[in-house]
């Protein structure tokens, strides 16, 4: 056979030293994404603040000085003025006894904001994740069409050789040498723009990732990319993770078929599972759910906060009152307090109540539109993966077909007599090339329709198939 027809997915080993793996691709993004830095410090915030609610249990300290100066003028007194003047100094403790539930109910709508803050952190963990993945994702089918557009380029190249041969000894076939020319030129275009998407699907892996430029910057050539199985993701990719960490991956086993080795597995979980999951675990639900019990916490506060206060407080006061027609004169006081008061605005507390149900209101139906939804999400990202699971099946069998009649078509247009027509052979080889690229294409959407289940789902999926 004259045309070489190399194989759909030929693997370059590369050092590792030098390519990225997805789980350091994801480790990377952890710890550099300025969306988890944020969602860290609301955390942080929020413990702060419960921790605030908290102090109106604690005693208050005080101290104080007061300086006065009093300058009268009056006809009563022999100089007809009087000057005083009347340092005061107090320290005093202040204590809440009861408050009927008002701090109680304040640092309880606090807790439930802390806890909201952590699964924002979560969510931000869980986001970024998905982010690196599917854009690696992308990453792999652009270094995968590179590959296949070389294989048709060389090929192109070899169909012009000939015809250019052909020509040579007879000058009538000139306009498939010509043609010949014209397709060559068209790959090795295609393979310039497959070159480009790559690059620029490498510059949006680093921008998941939020690091500088890194140079020479290359992902880890995956074997198992290519073979058609349901769960040909090794285990770095669906790693049973409670950490949030990518670990480095096993070693991938070689020597896989890459055209008979495909035995489609359904997968390990019922729609209705995966939707339980996700309102189970998902943390930007649970982030909602603990909003509302934070709103519910606030509408009680706010209820109370018309109902009297009972303190007490214990001070010490000294003062010293000198005047021009008296003696100086010291006086220490040692003074206890209990006070019971409360003030209201009718007008504003009944708006402000009517304004804490509302914000309920709103923090429930965020929550029945977030459920509603993820439900179809997860439909969608479901349906997708189990029609993915067929193409690839497909596809598959497109290649082979493919590439069966490239090889039948190339070698009876070498032997001449007509059997077959240039425009035939031109044909064969365009959908050759165009089977192994819709190849990767499916591998790519069943991959990032698996990243967005799991991310909606938290169901880490290892590589036998197993939750």
Not at 114 to 134: F, H, S
Not at 279 to 301: G, V
Request: charged content about 25%; overall charge neutral.
């Amino acid at each position: 056979m004259l045309f070489l027809v190399c194989p759909a997915f030929a693997v370059t080993e590369q050092n590792p030293d030098d390519a990225y793996f997805l789980y350091e691709c994801v480790n990377l993004a952890l710890k550099n994404s300025p969306v988890i830095k944020q969602a860290k410090y609301n955390v942080e915030i929020a413990d702060k603040n419960l921790n605030i609610a908290k102090s109106a249990y604690f005693p208050t300290l005080g101290a104080g000085i007061q300086y006065n100066h009093f300058f009268n003028s009056d006809k009563t007194f022999d100089k007809g003025y009087r000057k005083a003047f009347m340092p005061d100094v107090t320290v005093y403790l202040q204590q809440l006894i009861y408050d009927f539930g008002k701090t109680s109910a304040s640092v309880d709508m606090r807790k439930f904001n802390k806890i909201t803050a952590q699964y924002e952190y979560d969510n931000a963990v869980n986001e970024t994740i998905n982010r690196t993945k599917l854009a690696y994702f992308y990453v792999l089918e652009a270094q995968s069409a590179i590959e296949i557009e070389q294989n048709n380029v060389e090929i192109s190249k070899q169909i012009c050789d000939f015809t250019k041969k052909q020509y040579e000894k007879n000058a009538t076939t000139l306009v498939d040498y010509q043609d010949a020319l014209v397709h060559f030129y068209d790959a090795k275009m295609k393979l310039q723009k497959a070159e480009n998407l790559y690059q620029i699907n490498l510059a949006n892996l680093q921008k998941t990732m939020y690091v500088d430029e890194i140079k020479d910057f290359k992902i880890k050539k995956i074997n198992e990319y290519f073979y058609i199985d349901a769960y040909f993701h090794p285990d770095f990719l669906h790693e049973n993770n409670d950490k949030l960490l990518y670990k480095r991956r096993k070693d991938i086993p070689h020597g896989m078929d890459v055209k008979y080795d495909a035995k489609l597995r359904a997968l390990p979980f019922t729609f209705e599972d995966a939707y339980k999951s996700a309102c189970e675990k998902n943390p930007h639900l649970k982030a909602l759910e603990n909003t509302l019990l934070a709103m519910e916490k606030q509408l009680l506060h706010t209820k109370r906060d018309w109902f009297p206060v009972l303190a007490a407080q214990v001070g010490y006061r000294h003062t010293n009152q000198y005047a021009t027609d008296v003696d100086a004169v010291f006086n220490d006081q040692l003074k206890v307090d209990v006070t019971l008061g409360s003030a209201v605005n009718i007008m504003k507390k009944k708006n402000e109540i009517a304004r804490a149900k509302q914000i309920i209101n709103l923090a429930q139906n965020d929550i029945d539109k977030f459920k509603t939804d993820i439900y179809y999400d997860i439909k969608n990202a479901y349906q997708d993966i189990l029609t993915a699971q067929k193409q690839i099946v497909n596809a598959k069998d497109k290649i082979e077909s493919a590439e069966k009649t490239l090889e039948t078509v190339s070698q009876q247009y070498i032997q001449g007599a007509n059997l077959v027509s240039y425009i035939e052979l031109q044909n064969a080889k365009n959908n050759y090339n165009k089977a192994k690229l819709e190849y990767i294409d499916q591998i790519r959407y069943y991959s990032t329709s698996l990243a967005e289940l799991e991310k909606m789902t938290l169901i880490r999926i290892n590589y036998e198939g197993n939750p």
